[in-house]
């Protein structure tokens, strides 16, 4: 099966809870707002069995245009990545 859509992800839950997709989608939008709150508040948010959302500040580099290969500064920033978590990655092995 190619990669779910979100309609098609929100169709599965609400046929298995027996939630309408209304609800669901409702959950979804609601729970994303949680993860990115709890991460611009704490730093990280865990979706226990699947992973966490975890807060990383950069620091400034240089780098190098590939087009005219010119050094360039980099600035500092601050990017969320994703850890999955150890049951996840058994599952799918």
Do not use: Y
């Not at 069995?49 to 601050?78: C, H, M, S």
């Amino acid at each position: 099966m190619a990669k779910m859509t979100k309609t098609q992800i929100i169709a599965a839950l609400a046929e298995s809870t027996e939630l309408s997709k209304k609800e669901v989608a409702n959950f979804m939008e609601k729970l994303v707002e949680l993860a990115f709150s709890e991460v611009r508040a704490n730093g990280e948010f865990v979706i226990q069995g699947i992973g966490k959302l975890v807060k990383q500040d950069r620091k400034a580099r240089q780098g190098r245009n590939p087009a005219t290969g010119e050094t360039i500064q980099i600035p500092a920033k601050t990017v969320v990545k994703f850890r999955l978590a150890k049951a996840a990655k058994e599952a799918v092995l």
